[in-house]
């Protein structure tokens, strides 16, 4: 064979054997591609998953995210209610001036001892706070250096004795079924969660009501101990203060005014307190 001859089949040769290097790169390079559709599929439904979660907001990461959630639900179901309300009494209205009705219309002590309507007055802020944390003592309980809810409900019943005409306590009115519960350090009123210092706010004669707190014998307990542990406790008086109207649930189960009890003192149009009323199953603090 000559040399033309033997270097023409070696280049046969290659030729041949060239189809099947060039099919596994071929499969190489559809491996990585199809491995790279996958990522990018991946990437994709991450990127979309996360854009729904951040679309319906972030959800809560532990119980006090889920407390802080829970509350401005509430709040914002509370104004709902309030527009609702608004919405059957007007509805209510106009279907008895159509039947002929005449609506009844309650007094204004009656709206305002209710707690129906909002107040403007003069009167008394109350804080109340726990104890620094550097100030704290290893000979000193813990519970002690904390306000407890017979702390507030000390404070709201001295200003009831005192002559207040409304209160409120923290952004919310209070009314006869108030319930004052306390979880640990944290105040749980109508369904919402509130954190130290808690406020009371009462409308009255200011002189009356801070003469009261004074006169009450558990509250000057509770400004001792503020002295001696630290505890937060201030009294301002307000030319000048606005109270909203309650605007929280209405159901009652069951309760009784006593009979030497007026209902709205003071007001001679009210019948006799013999009638059985209802109450829900919060204690008030009044």
């Known amino acids: ?26 499969m190489r390079r559809g491996a990585v591609a199809v491995g790279l559709v996958l990522g990018l599929s991946g990437l994709l439904f991450t990127v979309n998953a996360r854009a729904a979660d951040a679309g319906d907001g972030r959800h809560p990461q532990n119980l006090a995210e889920l407390t802080q959630q829970q509350a401005a639900n509430v709040e914002r179901l509370s104004v709902e209610v309030d527009t609702l309300r608004a ?18 219309q309650p007094l204004p002590a009656q709206l305002v001892e209710g707690g129906s309507a909002p107040v403007t007055g003069r009167g008394l802020v109350i804080q109340l706070d726990d104890a620094p944390a550097d100030t704290r003592r290893d000979d000193v309980r813990a519970d ?48 919402r969660m509130y954190s130290p210092p808690f406020v009371v706010t009462a409308v009255g004669d200011p002189d009356r009501l801070r003469a009261a707190l004074e006169d009450d014998p558990a509250v000057r307990t509770y400004v001792r101990q503020s002295g001696e542990l630290g505890l937060g406790w201030h009294v301002e ?45 919060e204690d008030g603090a009044r």
């Open 237 to 281: 008086s307000k030319d000048r203060l606005e109270l909203p109207a309650y605007s929280g649930a209405t159901e009652l189960n069951w309760a009784q005014v006593p009979d030497d009890v007026d209902v709205l003192p003071g007001d001679d149009t009210t019948p006799p307190a013999t009638a059985r009323a209802a109450r829900t199953p």
């Open 1 to 26: 064979m000559t040399h033309d001859a033997h270097s023409d089949a070696q280049d046969t040769a290659r030729t041949i054997a060239a189809p099947p290097r060039a099919r596994i790169a071929g």
């Open 144 to 191: 002690l250096l904390v306000v407890h809810q017979e702390d507030i409900q000390t404070v709201m019943n001295a200003l009831w004795a005192g002559g207040a005409e409304a209160m409120g306590l923290m952004d919310q009115r209070v009314v006869a079924t108030t319930g004052v519960q306390c979880q640990g350090n944290v105040l749980r009123l109508h369904g």
């Open 87 to 104: 919405q059957v009494q007007s509805l209510t209205a106009e279907q008895d001036a159509l039947a002929g009705r005449p609506g009844a």
